[in-house]
């Protein structure tokens, strides 16, 4: 299960510029995956302003940002490229040097298990991996995956369960929603304030739920954690907003308090960094080490700006770099789609 996957290049990033990049390299024929730490694909556009209109891309007036994630993952389909999501890329090493010219000179492993060797490297990190903000009790650390859960879980496991969402969130709110509809026993809406960041539609809806009963309200911050003797976690303990202190009894804790970008392991990898961006030259967006690139929001150099459409054409040179290193011996030509038959062979139009 845990053998390594092997392939010429991997993608850190299914945001834009790297699932573009993605179709660069495949493209120029580089076997390639991707990994990202999200569920999904998409990156920022897909995170921050999914339902948001995109004005400045090339030849589409206008594009939403999940409209942009779907095309993307579109354009990239017939390239069969693997796409490994909910996969945070903790580490990245150098392996020894080897004689033979073809061997993978990189390892990469995720904190869901998977190792991949490589000759290749893109960082398409953005502003780094989102993750879910956590509760600022870190005892709470110890029921993360039994009680405490960041990510969806299948519905049956919150039947019969007394469940407190936690976070003033879309996210939470629909999640407070959808368990009051579902058969769990009993739904409170953890917050510290009575205000939501959420649309008055949905505010309404909530707001009726919690008239009717369906849903409690429960405004204040957790301070600590109670448990019982046998170690489960059995209430939070609340500081309220008009200063008490309460318990409140639980089964299941959902915080869904947002998602915060960090670009965490990528920072402690050896590359030159210039106030958080990895340094890169401009013809191949090379980082300070061979074999490994950076392209999108995570670069820096001069001049740079980070809109989407300059990194589609770093992504575009960076393509061209990797293809010509792994085939030094090559002459990596430059082909139009609109006449090159082995590029219409791989995106299957001919
Ligand atoms: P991102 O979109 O940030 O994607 C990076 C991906 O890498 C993320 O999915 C992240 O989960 C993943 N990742 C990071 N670290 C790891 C790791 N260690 N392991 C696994 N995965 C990892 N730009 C425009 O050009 N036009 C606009 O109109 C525009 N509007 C915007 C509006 C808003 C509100 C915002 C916030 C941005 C806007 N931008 C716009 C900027 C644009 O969204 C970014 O330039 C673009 O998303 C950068 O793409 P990227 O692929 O480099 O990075």
């Known amino acids: 299960d845990n053998a390594p996957l092997r392939t010429d290049a991997v993608v850190i990033g299914a945001g834009p510029v790297g699932l573009f990049q993605a179709f660069q390299l495949g493209l120029q024929e580089v076997g390639v995956h991707v990994v990202d730490g999200l569920p999904y694909a998409g990156g920022q556009c897909a995170a921050l302003y999914p339902d948001k209109y995109i004005y400045d891309l090339p030849a589409l007036p206008g594009c939403s940002g999940e409209e942009l994630a779907q095309r993307l993952l579109q354009q990239l389909a017939p390239l069969r490229v693997p796409v490994h999501l909910g996969q945070v890329v903790s580490a990245l090493e150098r392996l020894p040097a080897d004689a033979d010219a073809r061997s993978p000179r990189f390892r990469l492993q995720t904190d869901g298990g998977l190792t991949f060797e490589c000759r290749a490297v893109v960082i398409a990190a953005g502003v780094g991996a989102f993750l879910p903000r956590k509760v600022p009790v870190p005892e709470l650390q110890a029921w993360e995956g039994r009680q405490v859960y960041y990510h969806d879980l299948p519905p049956a496991q919150w039947v019969g369960q007394r469940v407190v969402v ?5 996210a939470a709110a629909r999640l407070a929603l959808t368990l009051a509809q579902g058969n769990a026993a009993h739904v409170t809406l953890l917050h510290r304030n009575d ?9 309404e809806e909530l707001q009726s739920a919690i008239g009717a009963g369906w849903i409690r309200l429960c405004l204040g911050q957790p301070v600590g954690a109670i448990a019982t003797d046998d170690g489960r976690l059995e209430a939070l303990e609340i500081a309220t907003a008009d200063d008490r202190r ?3 009894p639980l089964d299941l804790l959902l915080p869904r308090l947002g998602l915060s970008p960090r670009l965490g392991p990528i920072a402690e990898w050896g590359l030159a960094l210039e106030r958080k961006h990895l340094v890169v030259e401009t ?10 690139h950076a392209v999108g929001d995570v670069n820096t150099y001069p001049g740079k700006r980070k809109l989407i459409v300059c990194g589609f054409h770093e992504a575009t040179l960076a393509a061209f770099a990797i293809a010509q290193a792994l085939r030094p011996d ?4 430059l082909e139009y789609t609109t006449t090159s038959t082995r590029l219409q062979r791989l995106l299957g139009v001919v």
Do not use: C, H
Not at 195 to 203: E, G, M, Q, T, Y
Not at 283 to 292: D, F, K, L, R, V
């Open 166 to 170: 936690m976070g003033g969130t879309e």
């Open 195 to 203: 205000r939501f960041v959420i649309d008055a539609p949905l505010d």
């Open 246 to 248: 309460l318990a409140l």
């Open 283 to 292: 013809a191949g967006y090379q980082t300070s080490e061979p074999g490994i």
């Open 330 to 333: 090559e002459r990596i030509a």
